[in-house]
């Protein structure tokens, strides 16, 4: 392996045997005068590759373990989620978690508002999150707050994503967000985040939201139950109108005959657990 270029003393820019460009991490792999040939690829601790050069500076400037840790976070992400992540992961979650780590030193706690919404939308996320921040307290020393976990599940769910996606994403939590307000003002109740009636419902509007925004919608079959269900259920029929109403004056998605019947579906099960 031919190390090419310095990024720090244990950090450097490298070219592989097919001339392929990568970053490694490895103790005092920075150390020698550029260019030279390293014959003992044990002193390798970490190679990425695909790195954007603007996060060469990452890597030189953030602690080692917390790199590495990260690294692992990726690694292990990747095999649960079963896809590839974006390589740039390690380094942007590492300089948020060493950011993250001054503010907890100068005694500055930020809540995240979005925690119930990651946690019942991407519930792999989420565990891998929690599971990284016991990795971080073992690998790099490094305790954080429950809130962080959220933190590194929007990092996992954006680095999931294609190009342009954190923007679908962040549409997605914020028109969760929005529906919940209008689930409890149509209803007069408070929603309780942590039931399994309310998982459910947060996962069909994670994938209401993701049909509406792409314009597909599902076929109507049953559109004939609306009318009856409307006459059964006067409230939970208001409340869905309302939603359907809300996409359409926010975001211009119209909601079919079909997709209201789902709604009220998931609404009555809400209402239904509440009442219980």
């Known amino acids: 392996m ?109 809540s995240t508002p979005l925690a119930y919404d990651v946690r019942h939308l991407y519930p792999k996320e989420t565990e891998l999150a929690k599971q990284a921040r016991e990795l971080l307290a073992r690998e790099a020393g490094l305790k954080l707050p429950d809130s962080e976990v959220v933190n590194i599940a929007l990092h996992l769910i954006n680095a999931e994503a294609e190009a342009g996606d954190m923007h679908s994403m962040m549409l997605t939590l914020k028109a969760l967000s929005d529906v919940d307000g209008i689930v409890e003002k149509q209803l007069d109740i408070t929603l309780n985040k942590e039931s399994f009636s309310y998982s459910r419902f947060s996962m069909h509007l994670r994938y209401l939201v993701q049909r509406l925004a792409s314009g597909r919608q599902v076929e109507e079959r049953i559109s004939g139950m609306l009318a009856q269900m409307r ?10 109108r309302a939603i359907a109403d809300y996409f359409q004056a926010t975001w211009n998605w119209q909601c079919n005959d079909e997709e209201i019947v789902y709604l009220m579906l998931h609404i009555s099960r809400l209402q239904e657990k509440h009442e219980a």
């Open 231 to 240: 006459r059964d259920y006067p409230q939970v029929y208001q409340c869905a």
């Open 2 to 110: 031919k190390i090419i270029r310095q990024i720090n003393n244990n950090a450097a820019l490298a070219l592989d045997g097919n001339g392929k460009e990568l970053v490694v991490l490895g103790r005092g792999v920075g150390f020698p005068k550029m260019p030279y040939e390293l014959t003992d690829l044990s002193r390798i601790e970490r190679t990425f590759y695909d790195v954007n050069p603007k996060y060469f500076g990452m890597a030189a400037d953030l602690p080692r373990p917390l790199v590495l840790a990260c690294a692992e976070i990726t690694e292990r992400a990747e095999i649960e989620l079963d896809c590839a992540l974006n390589p740039n992961l390690p380094f942007t979650l590492a300089d948020h978690l060493n950011f993250a780590a001054e503010r907890l030193r100068k005694g500055i706690e930020i």
